[in-house]
């Protein structure tokens, strides 16, 4: 089945710095990737959309400058989270899917991100 | 109304019982539909894609409801594996990769 491979796993930085995590489609391209944002106990929440070749598309709240969006090739799509603060602690996911509808979307691993 | 409503829980369901849960969704339009499984601190899973006729795996069936726009799952012999978090998903769009929307999640606690 599909797999998305996504970097670090678990990162922690101090406030200030910058972030970049990768999440690449290993046996498939994706023209179009998802990344997601959850905080403790809340839902995922859709930040914004990776298009290969082309702008992200950010989700209403989320600042495009601060979440820096790379699709740069089929198979890797890159977020970086730039000047972190200590409230951009989260876990973030990406997603991709496939191909066919029913296939689902298929996630990374996750980052769980701690700014201190 | 929210996109897609989920009551969050939790479940405490015994070991062998049957649970459902159900979702909600408010685009009439939407197209496809899925459930997926949430482990703490892991990457929500794909458990199954929500057919029109309905779909069943194992102990896992799903159900989608057009006309009252609802989806459900049941599982049956719970097994203390299957605690874990279910989170609806509903895809507004037909084909391409469309923007999905993921309910709250619902908690599921199975006991001994």
């Known amino acids: 089945g599909a797999v998305v491979s996504q970097h670090p796993s678990r990162v922690i930085c101090k406030s200030g710095t910058s972030v970049k995590i990768e999440c690449r489609s290993l046996?498939?391209?994706?023209?179009?990737m998802f990344w997601y944002r959850q905080f403790p106990k809340q839902s995922l929440m859709l930040m914004a959309t990776s298009n290969e070749g082309s702008k992200a598309t950010y989700e209403q709240g989320v600042e495009k400058d601060k979440f820096l969006i790379n699709h740069a090739s089929l198979t890797l799509s890159t977020l970086t989270v730039t000047s972190a603060h200590p409230e951009d602690s989260s876990f973030y996911i990406c997603s991709a899917r496939e191909g066919r509808v029913h296939y689902g979307y298929t996630f990374g691993s996750g980052t769980r991100l701690t700014v201190v | 109304r929210k996109e897609v409503e989920q009551d969050p829980g939790p479940f405490n369901v015994p070991e062998g019982a049957t649970v459902a849960f159900n979702c909600t969704y408010s685009?009439?339009?939407?197209?496809?539909f899925f459930w997926y499984r949430q482990d703490c601190r892991k990457e929500p899973k794909l458990l199954m894609s929500?057919?029109?006729s309905g779909n069943e795996d194992g102990r896992f069936t799903a159900q989608l409801n057009r006309a009252s726009q609802y989806i459900s799952l049941l599982i049956r012999d719970s097994k203390l594996s299957d605690s874990a978090t279910y989170l609806c998903v509903v895809n507004p769009g037909s084909g391409g990769y469309q923007k999905v929307t993921f309910g709250t999640g619902t908690k599921l606690q199975v006991i001994p």
């Open positions: 929500v057919y029109s």
């Open positions: 685009n009439s339009a939407s197209q496809s």
């Open positions: 046996d498939f391209q994706a023209t179009t």
